[in-house]
């Protein structure tokens, strides 16, 4: 095999080589790795940054970045649990409630990025700082705590007692995401204005519309990751729900191999980051390794994945 077949191999498929290498090293180093309830637990683990990660990839493909993730899911977890605990509303107005919120805070950014043509790392960085502190002053950035209560069985809930609840919402959020992009014209305009906008604008094309639904999009997926994270604990945190998330999203859509310029969106590469991204941190926690090699072990990757993406654009 001659080495530019190799290297398009492993632009290709790097993503893929690197988790299967992943669940062969913890099939051999981790106990139990290999038990059902482990996997689960990894799906479980890694959901929010799943979920999420499916805008993300959207947002990026764009040309842009939504670093107000986490702070979106503050925002949302606050809001859901107050409104179902505190003032005892109805499960499913307070689930739209703290879903609507979200919307508001992606239709902030996409008209910051999309009307004012702001740098998207700036618009977002604004909710990003302040998005927190919206969240905490709702409850004095004290948490919310339900264990014990009716609803505190929905976040662990186990379709036909084996299959968790949050795999079968992975299942159809991926495939969602994967239609959006692949079979409607929604997800080729997003791509179109990724590769360039005003070429795109040119064209007819409502970028700002655009641009303002695919950030909406995101920070609806990120208030759906925050509910279930906030049902799956029974509390919700401001302080500390969905902190640095958006660091791992971002992370696994360069990993899958959505450029970083825009342009073009890869679902399932962005499935496969995730569950890199989550499969070290496994790996760490479950050998009694200092945390921190997670970090420096993820960078490396992520910066192995950037080299390669560039191989390829050039």
């Not at 909406?216 to 906030?230: H, I, M, R, W």
Request: with cysteine; aromatic share 10%; proline share 1%.
């Amino acid at each position: 095999m001659r080495k530019e077949q190799i290297g398009d191999i492993s632009r290709k498929y790097g993503a893929l080589i690197v988790l299967v290498l992943l669940i062969v090293i913890n099939a051999v180093i981790t106990p139990n790795f290999l038990h059902i309830n482990t996997m689960w637990n990894i799906l479980i683990q890694a959901f929010s940054v799943i979920v999420i990660s499916m805008g993300m990839t959207m947002v990026i493909a764009t040309g842009g970045i939504d670093i107000s993730v986490g702070s979106t899911m503050a925002l949302a977890s606050i809001i859901f649990a107050k409104l179902l605990i505190e003032y005892q509303m109805n499960f499913v107005v307070s689930l739209f409630a703290a879903l609507f919120a979200a919307c508001i805070f992606g239709a902030f950014n996409g008209i910051l990025i999309g009307v004012f043509d702001f740098q998207p790392i700036v618009a977002s960085l604004i909710l990003m700082i302040s998005g927190r502190g919206i969240a905490q002053q709702f409850n004095n950035g004290v948490v919310i705590s339900f264990y014990g209560n009716k609803f505190s069985d929905i976040g662990t809930y186990r379709i036909g007692g084996v299959v968790p609840i949050q795999v079968v919402f992975i299942v159809l959020v991926v495939l969602v995401a994967a239609f959006l992009v692949k079979k409607t014209n929604f997800g080729l305009y997003v791509q179109a204005i990724g590769d360039n906008k005003v070429a795109s604008k040119l064209m007819g094309l409502r970028t700002a519309l655009i641009l303002i639904g695919t950030y909406v999009l995101c920070a609806f997926l990120a208030g759906l990751a925050s509910v279930f994270e906030t049902l799956r604990m029974c509390s919700a945190d401001p302080n500390n729900i969905g902190l640095n998330v958006e660091l791992d999203c971002i992370a696994a859509v360069a990993i899958g191999g959505t450029s970083m310029s825009g342009g073009r969106a890869v679902i399932w590469g962005t499935l496969v980051g995730a569950l890199v991204m989550q499969l070290i941190t496994t790996m760490m926690n479950m050998n009694n390794i200092f945390y921190a090699y997670a970090l420096v072990i993820k960078s490396v990757i992520i910066i192995i994945a950037l080299y390669l993406q560039k191989e390829k654009e050039a």
